[in-house]
């Protein structure tokens, strides 16, 4: 059975300590910049709309 050790000497026996820094270290693979487009401005408009929407629904139960 092979020992994992992590860079310090520290006996990991799972591994996790380094997965994590792999995932960590890894640089991302998709975007590295921020989207030109309104794609992430378009979702929080649309969840401020359906917020209100519940809101007004609620109240016209409430109220109605």
Do not use: C
């Not at 591994?15 to 975007?31: L, N």
């Amino acid at each position: 059975m092979a020992t994992n050790q992590a860079p310090q000497g520290n006996h990991d026996p799972a591994g996790s300590t380094q997965m994590f820094r792999a995932f960590v270290d890894e640089a991302p693979q998709g975007r590295q910049a921020a989207p030109t487009s309104g794609g992430p401005r378009i979702g929080l408009i649309l969840g401020v709309v359906v917020a209100v929407a519940v809101v007004a629904a609620v109240a016209w139960l409430a109220l109605g």
